[in-house]
């Protein structure tokens, strides 16, 4: 067997829209029962972007994929592989990735989505990571893009307050240095809580002879206060595997931490309990909202151009989700 390859990050990029919708934006044009004192408040966000028409998770993601490509100082005909995690694609067929990869011009190299929510960069990055360790691809692009706020009911102040659209990508490239970059991936998932963030598919599932037929689920529904509990503890739990993970540099050795960017309280309650220093974790919530699979890649994209991070510091990545799913990353930047 060949030898294993190191997995490095060579360059990141994102792409949010123009459209940016503060808060009073739900109360004042959509008469929502809300307020931005409520809103900022209960979960740090004070606005969030939203897709103009024409602009898609294909469109944010080629754009952010762009941006990773010059960022690499790499032409989109040495990528060997994309890999797009989204909940919003354009079509459900054919994949985002394969419409990314017309966008670019890429060669005729393999181009598929992963769906697991907002742990789904993490997902796409792992699969990229194994291509590239294995030498089957040497440059990937792996892509979070999405269009949440396509799939809003703005009648729902549970819900709708929370999410933006845009994209994040990055590009890995494989090095004979096996520890560079990518160190480890976790990846879980656990399907008996489906129920507690749902989002519309554009497909009505055959009902089974017989049956009545289900009404159709036409926006994204979620659970918020069990959502909330569920994302604490877990990235709690990831935050102390973390520690496990980098046994030989231990939690000090990680310089940021970039969690998925869903609710302030989320965040400091997971980092009251683990310790783990607020000075090292990177937060834009505030200004994007959840962006889903775009928060994670377009938060480490703002951490490197802001010089929050820098190449050499190693970063922890943390995500939580639809499915449920939940994931982390620790890379070497
Ligand atoms: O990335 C995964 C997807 N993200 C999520 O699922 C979000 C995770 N959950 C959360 O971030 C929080 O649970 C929320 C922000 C959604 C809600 O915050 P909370 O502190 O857990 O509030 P709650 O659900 O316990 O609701 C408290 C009250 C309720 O009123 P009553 O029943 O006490 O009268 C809600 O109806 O707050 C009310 N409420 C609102 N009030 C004003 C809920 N949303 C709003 C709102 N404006 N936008």
């Known amino acids: 067997m060949s030898q294993m390859l190191g997995v490095a990050l060579r360059g990141t990029g994102s792409c949010l829209p123009a459209r940016v919708v503060p808060n009073d934006e739900f109360t004042d044009a959509l008469n929502l029962d ?4 409520w809103i900022r ?22 754009a952010a994929a762009r941006t990773a490509l010059e960022s690499a100082s790499l032409p989109a005909t040495d990528i ?38 907002c742990s789904g960069f993490l997902y796409a990055l792992s699969i990229a990571s194994q291509f590239i360790r294995t030498g089957s691809a040497k440059h990937a692009l792996v892509v979070g893009a999405e269009v949440l ?61 017989g049956a009545p037929l289900q009404p159709r689920l036409e926006f994204i529904r979620i659970v918020g206060r069990e959502v909330f509990r569920f994302a ?4 709690i739990e990831l935050i102390e595997l973390a520690e496990v993970d980098c046994r030989e ?10 969690p998925h960017q869903v609710n302030q309280r989320i965040i400091d309650a997971a980092l009251e309990s683990t310790g783990f220093p607020p000075e090292k974790v990177v937060v834009n919530l505030d200004r994007y909202g959840n962006t889903s699979a775009a928060s994670v890649p377009i938060a480490l994209d703002e951490a490197l151009r802001t010089g929050r991070c820098k190449p050499g510091d190693t970063v922890l990545l943390v995500a939580f989700g639809g499915g449920l799913t939940w994931s982390s990353a620790i890379i070497t930047l």
């Open 149 to 209: 706020t396509r799939a809003l009911d703005f009648t729902d102040r549970n819900s709708c307050i929370l999410f933006g659209d845009g994209a994040g990508a990055v590009v890995l490239t494989g090095t004979p240095v096996l520890n560079a970059g990518v160190r480890t991936i976790r990846l879980y998932s656990d399907g008996t809580r489906q129920e507690l963030i749902q989002v519309p598919s554009k497909v009505t599932p055959n009902p089974a002879p």
């Open 80 to 117: 060997d592989l994309i890999v797009c995690a989204t909940v919003t694609p354009d079509l459900m067929c054919p994949s985002t990735a394969a419409l990314i990869q017309a966008s670019l011009g890429c060669r005729h190299i393999p181009a598929f989505d992963v769906s697991a929510a």
């Open 249 to 258: 540099l231990g939690l000090s050795g990680i310089d940021v931490l970039i």
């Open 232 to 235: 604490v503890s877990r990235m």
């Open 41 to 62: 408040s209960r979960t740090g966000i004070r606005a969030r972007r939203f897709a103009s028409l024409g602009e898609t998770s294909a469109t944010l993601g080629s």
């Open 34 to 37: 809300t307020s931005d004192e």
